[in-house]
């Protein structure tokens, strides 16, 4: 079992800036691939942002050049580095974690960007 742990979330004018947060208790953290999802309102969860097991990030159009994402072995943690904010960028933002068929979600951390 592994526990996802998001933080970061919070409100923010359109071009703000934050970084999420997700802290992993596996001790074998490094082998899983890491994921953002975000769900808006009305909307389906989509894939925002992924990290393989090498560190190689992938993105979701919509937020290719604004968006980074990062991983810190030793730290188990993944980071969501979220520039150029837009009020389309509202959602809340879910950490997952993913090794051949284990998947797992953590909570869920808020974002609002509205003025």
Known sequence: QVQ??????????????LRLSCAASASTFSTYAMRWYRQGPGK???LVASITTGGTPSYVDSVKGRFTISR???????????NSLKAEDTAVYYCNARKLTREFWGQGTQVTVSS
Request: net charge negative; hydrophobic share 30%; glycine share 18%.
């Open 4 to 17: 996802l742990v998001e933080s970061g979330g919070g409100l923010v004018q359109p071009g703000g800036s």
């Open 44 to 46: 389906e969860r989509e």
């Open 72 to 82: 810190d072995n030793a730290k188990k943690t993944v980071y969501l580095q979220m």
